[in-house]
């Protein structure tokens, strides 16, 4: 069983910059493609941001430019760096991940639980 957990969200003023942590955790799995999304207030789920395995990163176009997506292979973590905030990207921001169970071979996408980004004066 492999879980998500993402820190990082909070109270931030427009224009200021926050970073998010994904930190997956669980035994005999290999991470692949990992992605972060957002889903704001009366709003459908979105991409924002992806990285593949071998670090080719994309973007939504309403973050290019301001959020950058990276990661940890030792750490099994992917953050996302957000700078330049503005209240629309206030929002519930979910972790995404495709895991390969090294044991049974299985492959599964994996959902943390969300952490709450709100951008406000």
């Known amino acids: 069983q492999v879980q998500l957990v993402e820190s990082g969200g909070g109270l931030v003023q427009p224009g200021g910059s926050l970073r998010l942590s994904c930190a997956a955790s669980?035994?005999?799995?290999?991470?692949?493609?990992m992605a972060w999304y957002r889903q704001g207030p009366g709003a459908q789920r979105e991409l924002v941001a992806g990285i593949t395995s071998s670090g080719s990163t994309s973007y939504a176009d309403s973050v290019k430019g301001r959020f950058t997506i990276s990661k940890d292979h030792a750490k099994n973590t992917v953050y996302l760096q957000m700078n330049s905030l503005k209240p629309e990207d206030t929002a519930v921001y979910y972790c995404?991940?495709?895991?390969?169970?090294?044991?049974?071979?299985?492959?599964?996408?994996?959902w943390g639980q969300g952490t709450l980004v709100t951008v406000s004066s």
């Open positions: 669980g035994s005999a799995f290999s991470l692949n493609d």
């Open positions: 995404n991940a495709g895991v390969l169970n090294l044991l049974t071979r299985a492959y599964l996408e994996v």
